[in-house]
């Protein structure tokens, strides 16, 4: 199982971003995709996920309103849409996959697949 993200970089404050993350390696068709959020010095934070199954997403309250998940099941990709960001969204984003789903999106130990992450810098 390979998972790569994509998309991060140096935004300003008010601008939006959105993040991609691209599936390989499996023949599973229901799964939870979970994207984390790692600020510096904390840990891992889950700030959305979706479910194949069924295409539920969910979002926590820290992020709801600004940011969104969609993916597109027949090129195995899963994207967040983040709008309206602010500096303390600065992290590393990242990606991580359960089969057949995850029964919470908050634990990353819920998740056994990872991405190496990608940077995402909001400037003031």
């Known amino acids: 199982v390979q998972l790569v993200e994509s998309g991060g970089g140096l935004v300003q404050a008010g601008t939006s971003l959105t993040l991609s993350c691209e599936a390989s390696?499996?023949?599973?068709?229901?799964?939870?995709v979970g994207w984390f959020r790692q600020r510096s010095g904390q840990g891992r934070e889950g700030i959305s996920c979706i479910t194949t199954t069924d295409g539920s997403t969910r979002i926590p309250d820290s992020v709801k309103g600004r940011f969104t998940i969609s993916s597109d099941k027949a090129k195995n990709m899963v994207y967040l849409h983040m709008n309206n960001l602010r500096p303390e969204d600065t992290g590393v984003y990242y990606c991580?996959?359960?089969?057949?789903?995850?029964?919470?999106?908050?634990?990353?130990?819920?998740?056994?697949?990872w991405g190496q992450g990608t940077q995402v810098t909001v400037s003031s």
């Open positions: 390696g499996f023949t599973f068709t229901d799964y939870t």
């Open positions: 991580a996959v359960e089969f057949p789903f995850a029964n919470t999106c908050d634990d990353p130990y819920e998740f056994d697949y």
